[in-house]
């Protein structure tokens, strides 16, 4: 089945610096990716659309500078956060459309951003 | 605009009796819909999906979802919870022609001995 593996599956940061995660889609080439921010015990907020070799188009209210998505390859995308503080602290899940069968949202496993 | 309400924010089973968590949704188009599986700290698992072919869908571990489209609504259903089945679970819609996922607020199931 299609599989998305997102890496890191955690990270610890200094408020100020930037964390890269990325996403990647195993088995099928996919074109459109998407990045979700979830709060604790809250449900998942799109952040952006990311488009490959095309500019991601963000949800109202994301702050394009400061979450910079690149969508380099059809099996590739990268979400950095850029100078990071304790309120970027987060869960961050990517998703992609997986071809087969059709409708098929599959996602990643997650990353827990932990800015101190 | 497209919306979806999941009517419960925690469910409470005991282990061996039926689950069913309760999903509406609010649309124009009979929109496509999900039913995903959150474990702590773990990305989305797919459960099952309908895609306006049966109404009524089964998915994996025996979890299966019923269309209505006079109600509105697509509940989960379970004959027999188990331990296992612990977990959020997310009602989600396909916003037509706009490719984003529509995401309920979750529904938090406890499994108790």
């Known amino acids: 089945g299609a599989v998305v593996s997102q890496h890191p599956s955690w990270v610890i940061c200094k408020s100020g610096t930037s964390v890269k995660i990325e996403c990647r889609s195993l088995?099928?080439?996919?074109?459109?990716m998407f990045w979700y921010r979830q709060f604790p015990k809250q449900s998942l907020m799109l952040m952006a659309t990311s488009n490959e070799g095309s500019k991601a188009t963000y949800e109202q209210g994301v702050e394009k500078d400061k979450f910079l998505i690149n969508h380099a390859s059809l099996t590739l995308s990268t979400l950095t956060v850029t100078s990071a503080h304790p309120e970027d602290s987060s869960f961050y899940i990517c998703?992609?459309?997986?071809?087969?069968?059709?409708?098929?949202?599959?996602f990643g496993s997650g990353t827990r951003l932990t800015v101190v | 605009a497209q919306s979806v309400t999941q009517l419960d924010s925690h469910v409470s089973v005991s282990e061996g009796t039926p689950v069913l968590l309760r999903c509406n949704y609010s649309?124009?188009?009979?929109?496509?819909l999900f039913w995903y599986v959150q474990h702590p700290n773990k990305g989305l698992q797919l459960l099952l999906k309908?895609?306006?072919?049966?109404?009524l869908v089964k998915g994996i571990n025996g979890f299966e979802a019923e269309f209505k489209k006079s109600e509105t609504s697509f509940h989960l259903t379970k004959p027999s919870a188990h331990m296992s089945d612990a977990a959020e679970y997310f009602c989600v819609a396909l916003s037509t022609g706009f490719q984003k996922l529509v995401f309920g607020t979750g529904t938090r199931l406890l499994v108790s001995p």
């Open positions: 088995d099928f080439q996919a074109t459109t």
């Open positions: 649309s124009s188009y009979s929109p496509s």
């Open positions: 998703s992609a459309n997986s071809p087969t069968g059709g409708y098929g949202y599959t």
């Open positions: 309908y895609t306006s072919a049966a109404t």
